[in-house]
């Protein structure tokens, strides 16, 4: 596993515009707490001689279990990442912190990147599908599987102000 690290000494002293592919195959780390990643990320990156370091073009692929908002139940996602990346040459450092360094040995590490990307994927609110119905306040029986016989909660009362309706009486 090389974690996603190239080597693109070379390339820094190409010509503008000459290129480099590769492919990979690799097993990537858990990195969000509610986000379990499945399959290997799957994909290939291309990347670019350009006037200030290096453009990279990244396609890949990855599966994740995540969980879901209303029922907490895991469900698997798949994660399309199609982006570009550029990391700028040492001697050339903008004063932008969120520019991408190209390291001392002309290394490009694009995992940081990519792990950005997912995060930006997953949904605020993910479910497991549209009509999930999550699961009963009361007994904390998962809906989707079957119905519970618990009374319905009122939902005045759960409202934060519902207190202050006993401060008036």
């Not at 908002?69 to 004063?95: G, H, N, Q, T, W």
């Amino acid at each position: 596993m090389n974690t996603l690290k190239f080597n693109l000494a070379e390339l820094l002293h190409a010509k503008e515009g000459e290129s480099k592919q590769f492919y990979f195959d690799e097993k990537i780390p858990d990195f969000e707490p509610n986000v379990e990643i499945k399959s290997n990320l799957v994909g290939s990156v291309n990347f670019i001689r350009i006037k200030s370091g290096i453009l990279a073009k990244i396609k890949a692929k990855v599966s994740a279990n995540i969980i879901c908002a209303r029922c907490e139940e895991k469900f698997r996602v798949d994660f399309p990442l199609d982006f570009m990346e550029e990391y700028e040459e040492r001697d050339k450092i903008s004063k932008d912190p969120e520019f991408a360094r190209i390291g001392e040995n002309g290394e490009v590490h694009i995992l940081p990147k990519i792990q950005q990307e997912i995060q930006v994927l997953i949904p605020i609110k993910p479910l497991c599908k549209t009509s999930c119905k999550g699961i009963c306040p009361n007994c904390g029986k998962d809906l989707n599987q079957k119905p519970c016989f618990c009374k319905p909660v009122d939902k005045k009362s759960l409202s934060p102000f519902a207190a202050l309706k006993k401060l008036k009486k």
